[in-house]
């Protein structure tokens, strides 16, 4: 098993020293004089993964979104019969049960 291998550098200390990428698992990069977290520098065999992770979190936020969105879909197209909430309410705990 791998040991996580990370540190906490500056940009500036990482540009200086390109090699570093390649000691650890992944790099804490901070602002040196406020000490504020900027982000992760990743070593290139995690790379793809990260990457993958990234892309299925963003792809379900959207999906989430775009569920939300659709709820108000049947309303502008009348779906609705001029019923009241709590009979809509009713018809949609009906529908998924």
Do not use: C, P, W
């Not at 200086?16 to 390649?22: E, P, Q, T």
Request: net charge positive.
């Amino acid at each position: 098993m791998d040991d996580i291998v990370n540190t906490s550098m500056s940009i500036r200390e990482l540009t200086r020293s390109g090699k570093l990428l390649s000691d650890y698992n992944y790099i804490d990069i901070e602002d040196k004089k406020s000490h504020q977290y900027k982000g992760v520098f990743v070593s290139n065999q995690y790379a793809e993964e990260v990457k993958h992770f990234i892309e299925s979190r963003l792809k379900e936020k959207q999906e989430k979104k775009l569920k939300e969105l659709l709820q108000f879909a049947g309303i502008a197209r009348g779906d609705t019969e001029n019923k009241n909430i709590q009979t809509l309410k009713a018809d949609k705990a009906d529908k998924y049960k």
